[in-house]
T-cell receptor, first 114, second 109 residues
């Protein structure tokens, strides 16, 4: 158990819908990351937050947004869903931003868009 | 951006065999992590190893940062070692991890 908690674990929804994925980082971790894993793109970085502020952005679509709340949990919002958004979405956390930090991943949220 | 290449892409072993997985990266790094993704999709940290050698039970890893590669050794493999092994390095001076495509390991009883 990495200590990073993600909900829901599985989600099936229709095209055009909106979903929210939730993440609680490890106790004491201030930095949260979101990654997407799909069959064709592999594991890709989406976005990072540190202590409530956006710190880095990757290949995140405009239909997607995220935030980190004062209690440090984070949510990833996916809207106007398309079939191609079906993927495994990971949240990860680390103590502070910095290249010397190990990043721990949650178990992921499986999203299926039908 | 930085490129990460892993080899081999697929590896099939009999239980008890040893194996070496390789990760090459295109730029100097000061952070490298190895992960194991089990058949249920869970990504598990194996090593944080920017340089040198570390061991954890039957697994060990070596990173030669000056030559831009890392090796993951699995000894006396077990069926529970099956899954995909990823290495990941940061993009430039950021904390964004760039993952290789992984090595899919199948250990047969």
């Amino acid at each position: 158990d990495s200590g990073v908690t993600q909900t829901p674990k599985h989600l099936i929804t229709a095209t055009g819908q909106r979903v929210t994925l939730r993440c609680s980082p490890r106790s004491g971790d201030l930095s949260v990351y979101w990654y997407q894993q799909s069959l064709d793109q592999g594991l890709q970085f989406l976005i990072q937050y540190y202590n409530g502020e956006e710190r880095a952005k990757g290949n995140i679509l405009e239909r997607f947004s995220a935030q980190q709340f004062p209690d440090l949990h984070s949510e990833l919002n996916l809207s106007s869903l398309e079939l191609g958004d079906s993927a495994l979405y990971f949240c990860a956390s680390s103590q502070t931003p910095g290249l010397g930090n190990t990043i721990y991943f949650g178990e992921g949220s499986w999203l299926t868009v039908v | 951006g930085i490129q990460v290449e892993q080899s081999p892409p697929d590896l099939i072993l009999q239980e008890g065999a040893n194996s070496t997985l390789r990760c090459n990266f295109s730029d100097s790094v000061n952070n490298l992590q190895w992960f194991h993704q089990n058949p249920w999709g869970q990504l598990i940290n194996l090593f944080y190893i920017p340089s040198g050698t570390k061991q954890n039970g039957r697994l060990s890893a070596t990173t030669v940062a000056t030559e831009r590669y890392s090796l993951l050794y699995i000894s006396s493999s077990q069926t529970t070692d099956s899954g995909v092994y990823f290495c990941a390095v940061p993009q430039g001076g950021s904390e964004k991890l760039v993952f290789g495509k992984g090595t899919k390991l199948t250990v047969n009883p």
